[in-house]
C-alpha cells in the first residue's frame, strides 16, 4: 500500500493540517495542500508549486489536488464534500482516495444530520429539533420556557454558528444572524467537556487515545487536561459511548469526539464528532506514544497504527489566542522553556487577531497537580504589533 | 533573544538538516538552506525559494545565506570555515552568529588538529602523528611493523578518507589514493566503540544524552543501541572523559563525541569530535525527552534545553543503507509498522546507490533484549529500481 503512495493531498492549510506534514514527509512522501490563503500555516512545510490557492469552494481546484495526490485527506471539515464524493467515486479505478470518506464528512457536517445520526444508534444526545421558520422557534420557546441555543446547522466552529437564546428577544436577533438551514439545541446541565481521539485504519481496527478534559473560553478551547479527572465509572462509560459514536461514522483516519458529562448524575452525553485530527488532541504528541498526526497519516496510507498510551504521567495543553488585532509577535518562550517539560507550537500566523489561535504549548510532568503547578509559571503569548 | 531571531541558515541539507526544521518550525522561524543539491533531504520541508543551491566552496552563497539569516549553523564538518568565520566576525554588530563557532570548527575540521588539542589537554587518544612524505610512512611501518590507519586529515566521513596499510605495498597505494594533507592513526585494540551526544547552550551549560553503542558495517554506522552495554565504571569514564572532551571545544550546539573502549583493560580513548548532531543521537527522536535536534535548535536560538531523559528503557536504530544504484524504493515499511514502537525515516533522496545513507528506523521497548528480538522481525530496505 504505502508503496503506491507518492503524494498526500490535504484540503486545508491550517494547523491542523500543518502539523500532519512532518509525519508524512517522515514516510518520504510529498504533501500537496488546497487552502485559501498563501501564507497559511501549512506553507512553511511544503514548496509553494505544492500550495494550491484558492477558497474551499472551487471544485476545479479539488480537482487539481486529486491530480496531484494519491491519497486525499482533510483537517477541516467545511468542505465541499460533493466534489470529494465526486473524486472518491473514481476510485473504484484504485486512483483516488478520500480519507476519511466523503460519506462520512456529508454526515457529520450537518449538525442536525449528525445528531439524528448518533440518536438513531440510541447514543445520548442533547435533545435537538429542526427548525426553519421564526414561528416554530417562538413556539419552542413559548412550550419550554427556558434559554437554549439555536444553531446554524452547517459551517459553525469555535462557538460561530452558535447563538445563545436567553430571551424571547433574542430569538429574532439570532434568526437573522445565524447562517440557515437552523436547529435549536437544549442547554444541557452539564459539569465538563471531555473528548477523546480515536483513529481507524484501513483494515477498520480502532485505537482509542486516553479521554482529556477541556476547558473553554468564549467559546474557544483553552486548556485541556489529560488524563481527565473522572470517576472510574465514567471513564468507562464515556470510552464506551465515544467507541459507540464512532462506530456510527465509517472512514478512515483521526476522529475527535466532543463529549459533556455530570458525574453526580452519572450523565454522558455527545456533543459532536468531528471527522479530522482535533485541538483537543495536539497534547499527543508530547505525551502520547505516537500522536493524532502520525496515526491519521498512518492510516490514510494503510500502515498499521502505532501505540496511544501515554509516555509521561500527564499533560495540559494550552492554546495560545489572539487578544488584539496586529503582526504576531510571541512573549514569554524563553522564559517558559526555563521550566522542564514546556513545548511551544507557534503555527507561523503573520497576523493576530482577537479569538484566533496562533499556537499552544504543552506542559508535562509527574502529575496532574504538577502541571497545574508548572502551568502557573508559563505566560507565552501572541501579541498583535502595528 | 528568540523575538530577534526571524531565520536560521542551515549549511548543508542532508538528513541531519532535515532533522532539525521541524523543531525551528514549531517554534515560528524560517529555515534557509545553502546545499550542492536542488533535490537534496532538507529541500522536502521548505520553499524552493529558500533553498540556495551552491557548491560549499562558493563563497558568496554563503554571503547570501547569512545576509537571509539572523542564526547560522551547519550539519556538516566539511565546509568552508574560512567564510563562517568572516560572517560571524560581522557578528559584533550583533547581525550574524555562527553555532557552533568558526573557530571551533575550524579546529575540529582537522583531524590532526583537533586530536593535538584532545591530546594537549591529556585526552586519551590513539597514537597519531602528522605525515607529509612518501618516505615519513615507511619509516613509521619499518619502526613499529605492523598495519595502522592512514587519513586523510580533511573532509573525510564514513569511513572515506581512511586507508587500512596492511603492508608495507599498501602504504604508496594509500598514500595516491587519498586527499593530502595525511596523518597516521594506529590501530587501536579496542572491542566497542560508543558515542555521547551533548548541546552547549548560549550562556554555557551542557545537557549529555545517555551513551550509545554503535556498530558500524563496512565503515558505516549500521545500528546504535541504547542505553550502551557497559558496565557502571566504565559509564562513568566514558560520560567523565566525553565532558573534557566538549571542554576542548567551545561553540554553542549539538556535538557528538565518538569513542573506542575496551572494558577487560578498562581503557576509553577518543575516535573523532562532530561539531553537530550525528547520525548516532537519531534515535533520541523516539527515545528522549528532547532530541538532540530540537535541542539543537534551542540551542542557537538561546532557548533554555531540554531534559535528554530517556523516555523509553531501550532504542535501537538502524540505518538503511542502499546495496545498490537506482531510483530508491523502500520495502519492508509496512509489515515492519505491525510490531509495536518501531518508527521510520525516510530522508526522501531519489536515487539510492551503494553506501547511501538512506533512511533510519527506531526500535523501542522495554529492554534491550526486547528490541533486539523485535529487530529481528524487521526488515526495511531500500532497493535501486531501474
Redesign the interface.
Known sequence: ???QIKTIGIVGGGQLGMMMI?YA????L?VVVLDPSADCPA???????DLIVAPFSNKEKYKELAKKSDVITYEFEHIDAGILSEISDSSIKGSKNVFPSAITLKLIQDKLVQKQVLENQKIPVPKFEEVNRLEEIYAYYDKHKKPFFLKSRKGGYDGKGNYHVKSREDIEVGFNQLKHPLMIEELADFEKEVSVIATRGRDGKIVVYPISENVHENSILDTTTVPANVSETMRKKIGEIAVRTLNCFSGVGTFCVELFYNEKKGEVSVNEVAPRVHNSGHYTIEAC?TSQFENHI?AIC???L??TEM??PACIMKNVIGHDDGKA???G??KG??I??V??????KIDTKKGRKM?HFTVTGASTKEVQEKLKKVDIECNGVN
Request: net charge positive.
Open positions: 500500500m504505502i508503496n512532518p514527509k517522515r514516510l518520504g510529498r506553507s512553511q512545510y511544503i514548496d509553494k508549486n506514544r498512518r494503510g500502515l498499521p502505532g501505540s509516555i509521561v509577535q510571541f512573549v518562550i524563553e522553556y526555563e522542564e517539560g513545548n511551544a507550537h507557534i503555527y507561523g499556537g
